[in-house]
């Protein structure tokens, strides 16, 4: 089982997720998000699998949300447009993102990882 991890390397969450990947044996591919945001196809892949909907991929405590004002913007976009933006800034997506092409954690939650990534 191959597991891509979407993270920021200056994210504590980030970097909590990581360390807990890493306890419990599991070797990944790390994505740097910022620099490597997932293209359209894989984020709508990714929230297809993850059962959230898509507002649970944006990062709402982030400044490029807040500078956009997206909290009053998102309510009127298509789909189609919420995915062309969170595929062109990284820092716009709700972090980090674990997948293994099947599953999908967004955030960082130590009881749903333990749920959802058993080895």
């Not at 945001?37 to 982030?62: A, C």
């Not at 309510?75 to 800034?89: F, G, N, V």
């Amino acid at each position: 089982m191959t597991i891509t991890y979407y993270g920021y390397p200056k994210c504590g969450t980030c970097r909590k997720a990581k360390k807990w990947l890493e306890n419990e044996g599991f070797s990944f591919e790390e994505v740097n998000i910022a620099e490597q945001p997932p293209s359209e196809n894989t984020l709508r892949t990714l929230i297809d699998h993850s059962g959230l909907e898509m507002k649970k991929f944006f990062n709402t405590s982030g400044m490029k949300y807040r500078e956009l004002q997206l909290k009053d913007k998102l309510p009127t976009m298509t789909d189609e447009e919420k995915i062309a933006l969170l595929a062109s800034d990284g820092m716009l997506i709700k972090r980090p993102i674990v997948s293994d092409g099947q599953k999908v954690t967004v955030g960082f939650n130590e009881g749903t990882f333990s749920e959802t990534w058993q080895k």
